[in-house]
C-alpha cells in the first residue's frame, strides 16, 4: 500500500540537486507534496526537477546568503502558495588534519553548515507559524562525537543539532523542528564538495581506520532513501509529539 502523507502539502528542500535533498524530494512527491527544490547548483537542480513534472519546481541559492536564501524562498513560497513544512539538505564536507587546516576551510564549512541552517530557518519560520509546520534540519553523527580530520564540519554539525533544541523550545507547538541525525550514507558529498581524500598527510589505510571505525556502520553504508524515509516520517502528522529530537539513523554506528 502506498502511503499518502503529503497530498496538498508544500515543501521547501535545500540541497535538492543530489544525495539526500533529491531522495527526499522523491519520497514528498510521491506522497503527493509539490517541492522547492533549492541547491547551489542550477543547473543540476534544474535537471533533477524535470523528473517530477508540475510537482516540482529549481531555484538556485546559496544557503550562506541570506539575500539568496530570501530571494529564492520568497519567490518559492509564491509559487507553492504557502508552506507546510522544510528539510535542510545542504552541505558539504571538508578533512584536513587541525593544526593545518587553514581559516578559511574552517569558515566556510561553518558558514554553510552551521549559518545556512540559521539563515534557512530563520527564513521559513514566519511562513510555518501560519500553517503549524515542520522542519527538520539535516545533522551527522559527527556532530555527536569526535570525528578525526573533521574539526569545522564535526563541529558546525553539533551546532545544528543544538540550533534545532533551541529553535525546538522557542517555538514549541507552533512549529515543530527536528534533527535528523545522518550516519554514513552513499552519496557523492565528497566529490561535490569538491574534499580531498585522504586528507593530507594521511593514508588511505589510516583514514579509514580511524574515520570508518568512528563512523560507519558495522554492516553497510546506508541509502539515502533510507534516511530521506526518516525525514518524510518526521515532517508528517505520525510525528506529530516529536519536537526537539535528534533522531540518529546509523545502523548503530554510535550505539
Ligand atoms: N553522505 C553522508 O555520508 C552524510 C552523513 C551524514 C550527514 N550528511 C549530511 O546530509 C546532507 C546531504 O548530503 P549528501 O550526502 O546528500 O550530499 P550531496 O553532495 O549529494 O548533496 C548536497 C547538496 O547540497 C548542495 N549544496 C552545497 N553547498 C550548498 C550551499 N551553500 N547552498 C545550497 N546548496 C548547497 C550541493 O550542490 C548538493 O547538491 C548534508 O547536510 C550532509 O552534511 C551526509
Known sequence: MTIHRFDDKRFIVTGAADGLGLATTRRLVSEGARVAMVDL???????AAEEFGGSAKSWVADISSESDVESAF???VEWLGGLDGFVNCAGIVDFGTTHELPLERWQRVVDVVLTGTFITNKAVIPHLLETKGAVVNVGSIGGMRGAPWQAAYASAKAGVINL?????????????????????MSTNIVGNSGA???????T???FLEEYGRRV????????????AAVAAFLLSDDASYMEGSAVVVDEAATA
Open 164 to 184: 534545532t533544541k533551541v529553535l525546538a523550545s522557542e517555538y514549541v507547538g507552533r512549529v515543530r523542528f527536528n534533527c535528523l541525525v545522518a550516519g554514513n
Open 204 to 206: 588511505m589505510e589510516e
Open 196 to 202: 580531498e581524500l585522504p586528507p593530507e598527510g594521511v
Open 41 to 47: 547548483a542550477g543547473e543540476k537542480v534544474a535537471a
Open 216 to 227: 560507519i556502520g558495522p554492516n553497510r553504508i546506508g541509502e539515502p532513501e533510507e534516511m
Open 74 to 76: 520568497g519567490s518559492a
